[in-house]
């Protein structure tokens, strides 16, 4: 079964680094997302990106995030200057389009724990 | 305010049990999904719904557009099946909304 790959799996940075969270989206795949989860909380969404560019971003998307697709397979979410409330684990997604997809929309990556010290 | 409320918050049962998670939502919707996470932390996609019901194995998902609400079941249940259950809401421009999860334990 097609999969979403995130890498890598676990990063630690010092606090003011910048970071880049790789996902591998499944191939036919055209929709983007990325969604964090802090720890013992509920997941949140970040940003969708479509057709090379951000469709809907939240409020936690501020001007420290970015994303690309670099190179027609890779999608990456850079952090530019990570704070300590940074730390969370980095969901990757990916869906054929909107509304569809039969019995389920989205396929997920295992995830990135980003942890910022 | 978009809110997703999803109860119980926690439940355990035991095996062979029929299991009912419920979810409210507070505007208009797109679609609604329904999320499971293991315990290491991955997300699978169960089903994504914007009318009517939808069946899948032991698993059965249900929404009421009107009353804003949709329930997954879990029929005979088992321990593999202990996860939490998100309910997450997607808008129109596909902005989502999470709920806080239901923590299943399925006893044996």
């Known amino acids: 079964e097609p999969e979403v790959t995130q890498t890598p799996s676990h990063q630690v940075t010092q606090m003011g680094q910048e970071v880049i969270l790789r996902c591998v989206p499944i191939?036919?795949?055209?929709?983007f997302y990325w969604y964090r989860q802090i720890l013992g909380q509920k997941v949140e969404f970040l940003v969708s990106?479509?057709?090379?560019?951000?469709?809907?971003k939240s409020e936690i998307f501020d001007d420290q995030f970015s994303v690309e697709r670099p190179d027609g397979s890779n999608f990456t979410l850079k952090i530019r200057s990570t704070k300590l409330e940074d730390s969370a684990m980095y969901f990757c997604?990916?869906?054929?389009?909107?509304?569809?997809?039969?019995?389920?929309?989205?396929?997920f990556g295992s995830g990135t724990r980003l942890t910022v010290v | 305010k978009n809110e997703v409320e999803q109860s119980p918050q926690n439940l355990t049962a035991q095996e062979g049990e029929f299991i009912t998670i419920n979810c409210s939502y507070s505007?208009?919707?797109?679609?609604l999904h329904w999320l499971q996470q293991h315990p290491g932390g991955g997300i699978v996609s169960l089903f994504m719904?914007?009318?009517g019901k939808k069946k899948h194995g032991r698993l059965i998902a249900t929404i009421n557009i009107q009353e804003k609400h949709s329930s997954l079941h879990i029929t005979a249940s088992h321990p593999r099946d202990s996860a939490v259950y998100i309910c997450?809401?997607?808008?129109?421009?596909?902005?989502?909304?999470f709920g806080t999860g239901t923590s299943l334990t399925v006893i044996p």
């Open positions: 719904l914007s009318s």
């Open positions: 997604a990916s869906s054929e389009a909107i509304g569809r997809a039969g019995l389920n929309g989205y396929t």
């Open positions: 990106f479509y057709n090379n560019e951000i469709s809907e």
């Open positions: 191939s036919n795949h055209l929709y």
């Open positions: 997450a809401v997607e808008y129109t421009g596909n902005q989502f909304y």
């Open positions: 505007v208009g919707i797109s679609a």
